[in-house]
């Protein structure tokens, strides 16, 4: 499964809600996310952070990016969120054969005033 941080702002009706009605979200929307076929890493993978621009902060897993882009959608759907943002994440593993393919085309780019067609 690929691995996804997810970024997000609460709308001023979801912090009213919470409020007046305390509750874990993570739980709601995991129930969400289970069915489009994504779900939550394990230990403290939904967290609330004091951060200017964001609420919270999640790591999920998906088996595709079109399951997060409709799991945001529908997010930002709800009218709950100003803001939700999705990105792909690599543990340093992944990252160091990600790094071994762009070595390969190290040299290989012109710059378009530089470029001469074959």
Do not use: C
Not at 25 to 31: G, L, N, T
Not at 52 to 74: C, H, L, Q, R, W
Not at 79 to 86: K, Q, R
């Amino acid at each position: 499964m690929l691995r996804y941080v997810i970024l997000g702002k609460y709308s001023q009706d979801f912090l009213s809600g919470l409020i007046y009605n305390p509750q874990d979200r993570k739980k709601a929307a995991a129930a969400m996310m289970k069915k489009a076929g994504a779900k939550w890493a394990e230990g403290e993978s939904y967290l609330h952070i004091n951060h200017p621009n964001y609420d919270f902060v999640g790591i999920v897993y998906s088996e595709d990016e079109a399951t997060m882009k409709a799991s945001a959608d529908m997010m930002r759907a709800t009218g709950s969120f100003t803001e939700i943002n999705f990105f792909r994440a690599w543990v340093p593993e992944e990252y160091t054969e990600i790094s071994k393919k762009a070595s390969e085309l190290v040299g290989l780019y012109a710059a378009p005033s530089d470029y001469k067609e074959e």
